[in-house]
């Protein structure tokens, strides 16, 4: 069974604190994995898809890494209103699309 | 460009009666998903549909559960009869790929079973 799991659960920055949060999965076969900012009362706003180890993407203040075996979302300067749960998600190879969701990381970053 | 918008954004409902949740994807998208989360727990697959066809409806939990999709367009969810633990907030998300990459969500339906 797949499995994601999102640590620290939450984490509290001061504004310009560089930071990463974690992302372990076990999959049989990775097809993809996905990160997702969530604010509240908002669904969740897709930001990354990293397919495979060593691949990474950047946007604005975030960057992802992709590992066999663990993704991490680097957190560079930080401003309050990187305020989010940052959730990750996978998808295994093979003939479904379904994604496995982690708890997600509620980041708060202090002025 | 509208996003997925979701209706009714919260629903308060006695154990056993029906709720109907509607979601409304970006237009274009033929591949629309619906996803619930539990309080406390990870966001869940329920089903997807490509189309006007259900793709994938393996995370649906039993057949209190019925997705619909008109057209290809816009989907609902009934819940019929609602049990206490149905409660959530349920997602409704869209995409081009079939793949399921690069989904756009809609702010979600909280359910409250009472």
């Known amino acids: 069974e797949d499995q994601v799991t999102q640590s620290p659960e939450a984490l509290r920055l001061q504004e310009g604190e560089s930071s990463s949060l974690n992302c372990s999965y076990t999959v049989s076969g990775l097809r993809g994995l996905f990160w997702y900012r969530q604010d509240p009362g908002k669904g969740p706003e897709f930001l990354f898809t990293l397919y495979s180890a060593g691949e990474e993407k950047e946007k604005e203040r975030l960057k992802a890494t992709l590992t066999k075996k663990e993704s991490f979302l680097h957190i560079t300067a930080p401003k309050p209103e990187d305020s989010a749960t940052y959730l990750c998600?996978?998808?295994?190879?093979?003939?479904?699309?379904?994604?496995?969701f982690g708890r997600g990381t509620s980041l708060i970053v202090h002025p | 460009e509208a996003g997925v918008t979701q209706f009714p954004s919260h629903s308060v409902i006695e154990k056993g009666q029906t709720v109907t949740l509607r979601c409304d994807p970006i237009?274009?998208?033929?591949?629309l998903y619906w996803y619930r989360r539990v309080m406390g727990k990870e966001i869940k697959f329920l089903l997807h549909?490509?189309?006007?066809?259900?793709?994938?409806e393996s995370g649906m939990p039993n057949n209190r559960f019925l997705a619909e999709r008109t057209g290809g367009t816009y989907s609902t969810l009934k819940v019929q009869p609602a049990e206490l633990e149905d409660s959530g907030v349920y997602f409704c998300?869209?995409?081009?790929?079939?793949?399921?990459?690069?989904?756009?969500f809609g702010p979600g339906t909280r359910l409250t079973v009472l």
């Open positions: 237009s274009g998208h033929d591949n």
């Open positions: 549909f490509v189309k006007e066809s259900k793709q994938d």
């Open positions: 998300a869209s995409s081009q790929s079939r793949q399921g990459y690069e989904q756009f």
């Open positions: 998600a996978v998808q295994a190879r093979g003939g479904s699309y379904i994604p496995t």
